[in-house]
Every structure is written in structure tokens, then in C-alpha cells.
């Protein structure tokens, strides 16, 4: 189809769309306007204008002037058809214009990148540099260097973000930290300054020019491995999902072990039969949408408008969420989530995996985003007419059956690792249990001995003196013991002490 076809057909919308709203507007017109000649009419009983009274007077009277009036109205409406406006010509006013939001990365640090590069682009100098720059020059660092000649209200700014950040890092290690101390972890030191990677932490008070080339690097360098780490960890989750499975018949007797191997194959014969999955980012694939999602007619198919429509933030650009919601249709044809058979983990992994193909085919400077240009280059390639069906997770699974082993040996070794911690765990607390018990003992004893010595020094104080050279007898404090006058060793039942006496 042609732009002047395509101009043609939202043009004919746009008509549509212009007499549905001005058929509303006339008619709160008409009930203003009756609204307004009713007050009118009620005011003229009181203090309205000498003009009001009479021209109500007169249209009152003189049914054929009022009657010529509203023909004139009706000739008025039908006469003022709305003219066709491509509303993809127009551009908003200057000053509504706002940078585009940038979608989430995935990052840990999404939300410091995205203020970060949102306040940049606020600076007209930077922004401009930045549409100017390739992305090779980003990556080398060069446009790290314009941060000197930003305005100071953007650089006081990212001294604040920078700021806000680093208490965010140092609040998360620390808590990291804790945790790992209390399960008796070693605190791997090396991995957490990793989360400072992306900023100068020896300089935690300003944005410079160092952190922004920081954040660049890491950001590309992240994203680039982004991708590949969300696949490994699709890869675990659905071996994790099959140990569990055949861990679980195990259990089960022969019987009952047969009828759900059975039922297991009957659900992935079910899931297997689906319609036919265009491939991603061809002509077909992109039609579907064209025709299904935005009601228009697959004949009339011009990639330029598809591209205009599809554009959500209007920057020209096609980012990795943009692209992604155009594969919805074709991921409805194989999941379902009330359905048995389906996973929406592996929805979420088939819609990742058609994304990299159309950013692999089509995104020809690799910096993550599908410009119009390089878009409508794709829709001239022979490749855009493919017709072979998309082949989905089912016919590329994810792992073999020696990953499958490797997984299950290593989950044995953690097992093994982990029931060895635990029975470690259980001596540490037996030994717990015994020095405490060991502690309490002690602390019997040690009453007991201090209960003693009480005894000792009440009966102590309670000995009679030795007046003008006289002595009473002294009683044993204790069965076979004595105490000498003075001393407080005890004496041997046997010892017989030579008191001289007098006559």
C-alpha cells in the first residue's frame, strides 16, 4: 500500500472519528443554548436587559424568525464537514515535549541509569551530542566528556542521584552482610564492590565525569549479558522442574507411576498442537497484527504506518518492550493459562527468544533499539516473506539429557553438602547443650560453696572472747571440728589442744 493509500485511510478514520465528535459537541451546544434561553427567559421576569426582553419577545411571538434561525443552524452544521487531518503530521507543542521513559532494564540498578539518562537528556547541549553520537562512541567513552558542559542544575542533580545512590548500595551490603554472617557464610568481598561497578564509590558526593563513563560501560556490558544469564537461569528452572517430577514418581507405585508417564505425554502432545506460529518480524507476522490488533485491513499492509502505530512513546524507535508486545498474538496461539499444559515461565522465555531473532536480523548498529530506518531496510529483504512457521521451545528444547545428569549430580552434592552442615549443626547444639549443662553445674557448686562460707562467718562472729586470760570451752562448729581462737582452719577431730590449768 502506498502513503498516499495509507494517508487516504486515516484520513477517512480521522473523518469519522472528527463527525462522531462533532455530533456531540452540537448537541451540548443545543442543550446550553436551551439551558441559557430558559434562564434568559426567567431573568427577563426580573432585572434582565431591555435587549434580552426583546429579543425573547420577538422569537416568542414570531414562531417563522425562530424557525428561520434554526434552519440556519442545521445548514451551518451540515455545511462544516470536518476536514481530514493526519494527525502523525502534527507535532505537540514545544514545551509538553518531555524525554520518552526508558522501559526497564533489569538492571539493580535500573532506576539510577533511568534518572541519570532522563535528567542528560533534559540538557539541551548533551541531548543534542547524544542524538549526534554513534554507539561506538558511546561505548569507547567520548560522550562521557560533554558531562562538562551541562548546566549546573543538572549537575547539582546528578550529585543528589549519585548520592542517593551510594547510601542505597551501602544499606543493601550491609544488609547483605548480616545475613551471610548470621547463617555462618563467608562474605564474599570481592562480589559485593561488584554492585559499585557501575559508580566512582571513592567519591560518593559528585557526578563526574568518570561516573558517567562507568555507568555507560557497565550498563552496555550488563545488557549485553543480560540475555544470556535470563536464559541459564530458564535452563535451571526447567531442569529443577523435571528432577522434581521424576523425583517425584518415584514415589509412587508401578501402577500409579504409569498413569501419570502417560498423562505427562498426553499434556505435551496437547501443548505440541497449536496453530501455525509466524515467524517473528515477518510479513505474515506483522500483518497478523495489523489485521487482528489494530482492525485494519491485511490488504492495505504499509510497514511505514505499522511502524507509526506501533512506535507506543513516539520516539522513533523500537525498543525491546515495544517489540516484544507485538509477538503476544502469536504467543496466544500456544499458552494459555488456564490450561494445564501451559507455563507462562516458558510463555515469558518464548517471548524473549523471538525478540533476540527480529534484534539479531534487524538491529544493524546492536545498540538495542530498531530504528525506522533499519526497520523499513528488513521489510526489503527477501527473509521479511518467510513463510516457514516459528519454531517454538517444544521443538528446541533447552537442555540434553548429559546437562540433565550434570544437574541432578550437582543437586546430589548440595544435598550431600547440605545434610553435612545440618548434622554439624546438630553436634555444634549437642555441644551447646552439654557446656551449658556443664555451666549450670558449676553454678550449683559455686552457690553451694558460697552458702558454705556464709555458715562459716555467722558462727565465726558468734565465738565467745578470751577475757582477763580466761576461756569458755568452744563448741565444734562442726561434728569432729573445731576452730582455734583466732584462726579460722578448722581443726582434726583428734587434735586435743594443751590448755593450761590453774588452781
Known amino acids: 500500500m502506498t502513503d498516499v493509500n495509507a494517508t487516504y485511510l486515516f484520513s477517512q478514520r480521522n473523518v469519522t ?21 430558559s434562564g434568559c427567559y426567567q431573568s427577563s421576569r426580573g432585572s434582565s436587559s431591555c435587549l434580552e426582553r426583546l429579543t425573547l419577545l420577538v422569537m416568542w411571538r414570531n ?10 443552524c442545521v445548514w451551518v ?11 502523525t503530521k502534527i507535532s505537540p507543542p514545544e514545551e509538553n515535549l518531555e524525554p520518552p521513559r526508558n522501559a526497564d532494564t533489569g538492571l539493580h540498578y535500573d532506576r539510577y541509569l533511568r534518572e541519570v ?37 543538572v549537575r547539582t542533580k546528578l550529585d543528589e542521584l549519585k548520592r542517593q545512590e551510594v547510601n542505597r548500595l551501602r544499606t543493601l551490603i550491609k544488609a547483605k552482610q548480616d545475613i551471610e554472617r548470621g547463617k555462618g557464610m563467608t562474605v564474599d568481598h570481592q562480589a559485593l564492590l561488584k554492585h559499585f561497578e557501575h559508580l566512582n564509590h571513592m567519591n560518593p558526593k559528585t557526578f563526574e565525569v568518570d561516573d558517567l563513563d562507568r555507568l555507560i560501560k557497565s550498563a552496555t556490558h550488563d545488557l549485553e549479558n543480560y540475555d544470556k544469564e535470563r536464559h541459564e537461569e530458564f535452563k535451571k528452572y526447567e531442569m529443577k522442574k523435571e528432577h522434581e517430577r521424576r523425583e517425584w514418581l518415584k514415589t509412587l507405585d508401578e501402577e500409579t507411576r504409569k498413569q501419570e508417564e502417560k498423562h505427562y505425554e498426553e499434556m505435551k502432545k496437547k501443548h505440541a498442537e497449536h496453530p501455525k506460529i509466524n515467524h ?11 489485521e487482528e490488533a489494530d482492525g485494519l485491513d491485511p490488504d492495505d499492509f504499509d510497514p511505514k504506518t505499522f511502524f507509526s502505530l506501533h512506535d507506543s512513546n513516539g520516539d522513533g524507535y523500537f525498543d525491546e518492550q515495544e517489540l516484544e508486545a507485538l ?29 533476540e531473532h527480529v534484534m539479531n536480523e534487524v538491529d544493524t548498529n546492536k545498540d538495542r533499539l530498531v530504528s525506522l530506518e533499519e526497520f523499513m531496510i528488513a521489510t526489503r529483504r527477501n527473509d521479511f516473506l518467510e513463510q516457514d512457521a516459528w519454531e517454538t521451545l517444544e521443538k528446541n528444547p533447552v537442555y540434553t539429557e548429559e546437562e540433565m545428569r550434570e544437574f541432578e549430580e550437582h ?5 550431600k553438602d547440605l545434610k553435612q552442615k545440618t548434622d554439624d549443626l546438630q553436634k555444634q547444639k549437642e555441644e551447646l547443650k552439654r557446656q551449658q549443662q556443664q555451666l549450670e553445674t558449676q553454678k550449683l557448686e559455686l552457690q553451694q560453696a558460697m552458702e558454705h562460707m556464709e555458715r562459716i562467718r555467722a558462727q565465726k562472729t558468734e565465738l565467745p572472747a578470751v577475757v582477763k586470760g580466761r576461756s569458755v570451752p568452744v563448741a565444734p562448729l562442726e561434728e569432729g571440728v573445731g576452730v582455734l581462737p583466732g584462726n579460722s582452719q578448722p581443726l582434726l577431730a583428734h587434735y586435743k589442744p594443751d590448755v593450761p590449768t590453774h588452781s
Not at 414562531?63 to 440556519?72: E, M
Open 77 to 87: 452544521r451540515l455545511e462544516a464537514v470536518p476536514v481530514a487531518v493526519d494527525k
Open 117 to 153: 539518562v532522563d535528567f542528560l537528556e533534559k540538557d539541551p547541549h548533551f541531548r543534542e551530542k547524544l542524538r549526534n553520537t554513534d554507539m561506538e562512541d558511546i561505548k569507547q567513552g567520548k560522550l562521557a566528556k560533554e558531562l562538562n558542559f551541562v548546566s549546573h542544575h
Open 280 to 290: 517473528p518480524g515477518s510479513q505474515d507476522q506483522l500483518k497478523e497484527v495489523w
Open 327 to 355: 509477538f503476544t498474538k502469536e504467543l496466544e496461539k500456544i499458552y494459555d493459562p488456564t490450561q494445564e499444559e501451559d507455563d507462562m515461565v516458558e510463555m515469558v522465555e518464548e517471548r524473549l527468544r523471538m525478540r
Open 63 to 72: 414562531p417563522s424568525i425562530t424557525l428561520c434561525f434554526l434552519a440556519l
Open 411 to 415: 543437586l546430589a552434592r548440595e544435598e
Open 17 to 37: 472519528r472528527r463527525c462522531k465528535k462533532t455530533d456531540k459537541a452540537n448537541d451540548q451546544w443545543q442543550r446550553n443554548a436551551h439551558t441559557t434561553c
